[in-house]
């Protein structure tokens, strides 16, 4: 007991740092912002579930995966962080130019709640890191436990389920900040996901080609 106990702990500590609520909620601040609180709430409740949905095939299927697509990690790395770029150099650019046409089109249009998978599901969310500690923590390069397996996507459960608890009550929190304060926070995420989009891509060109 004392031993699952400490890895339901080491589990929830992992995917904690990187299921990060707090800033992921920044950023989802910064990417719905121009939807009204029910189209927020959707996109929440779709970007969770799907992050949730995503991550468990990973662990269920590891490797198998990528060798269906005939991939690696090393490609969604890089190829992930190029959406993560695009997402943002457009925070960047288009912060402070809302045309009311586009807001009404955003607080309607159910395609484009489709950012609830991409890029807010995934790359943001779940990216390689999120997908390689889980399926670290599952052991699927040793053996097949299935004990394991289960501890790992309730763990992921409950920390997609907190990330949409902290999604939903965004609204309140751009209340009480003001959009001003809420698209200067989204200038400074816009920069930091360049950085984080950049970091991805070299990482990514490094393990392609082992270059340590």
Known sequence: MLNISLFIFTVFLGLYAMLDPVSHTVMFMSIAKNFNPAAQRRIAKKACIFV???????????????KLFDTT?????????????????????N???????ELENSNTGDLNE??????????????????????????MDKSFDIINILIVILVL??????????FVS???????????????????????????????????????????
């Open 157 to 166: 459960g409950i920390l997609c389920l907190v990330n949409y608890i902290c």
């Open 114 to 139: 489709d950012v609830a998978y991409s890029p807010l599901g995934t790359p943001l969310i779940a990216g390689p890191g999120v997908i390689t500690a889980a399926m670290n923590f599952t052991g």
């Open 170 to 212: 965004c609204h309140n929190i751009t209340k009480k900040l003001g959009f001003g304060t809420i698209r200067a926070v989204s200038k400074i995420m816009g920069i930091i996901i360049i950085a984080i989009a950049t970091q991805m891509v070299i990482t990514g060109i490094k393990n392609a080609f082992n270059l340590g």
């Open 73 to 93: 990690l090393s490609a969604f790395q890089i190829g992930g962080g190029i959406i993560i770029f695009y997402t943002g150099f457009g925070m960047l650019k």
């Open 52 to 66: 949730f949905v995503f991550v468990s095939l990973f662990i269920l299927s590891g490797e198998l995966i990528f």
């Open 95 to 101: 912060t402070e130019h809302f045309q009311k046409e």
